[in-house]
């Protein structure tokens, strides 16, 4: 199964997981992601550096507080 994302605009850097398949690392986007990502939560479209910001439905939402890869989970364990 495909995992469900969403993003809004074009400058997203990251995107919402809409669905339970937590097992699954693929997205029907084409986009591969890290296990385990809760429904609700958001992962990188992109590599986003230390101190970039994290950018949801066009605005900055956080910034990076580590390195996050493509795929990975963004959360409060690594933005703020």
């Known amino acids: ?3 469900i994302s969403l993003t809004v605009h074009a400058l997203d850097n990251v995107a919402t997981v809409l669905d339970v398949a ?3 690392t693929l997205t029907m ?3 591969l992601i890290d296990p385990g ?3 609700g939560h958001k992962f990188a479209l992109k590599t986003i550096e230390i101190g970039q910001d994290i950018i949801k ?3 900055r939402i956080g ?3 580590q390195t996050i890869t493509t ?3 963004v959360h ?3 933005c703020k």
């Open 1 to 3: 199964m495909k995992r």
């Open 22 to 24: 937590t097992q699954d």
């Open 29 to 31: 986007n084409g986009d």
């Open 37 to 39: 990502i809760p429904f």
């Open 57 to 59: 439905y066009g605005v």
């Open 63 to 65: 910034v990076a507080t």
């Open 71 to 73: 795929g990975e989970h």
């Open 76 to 78: 409060v364990h690594n």
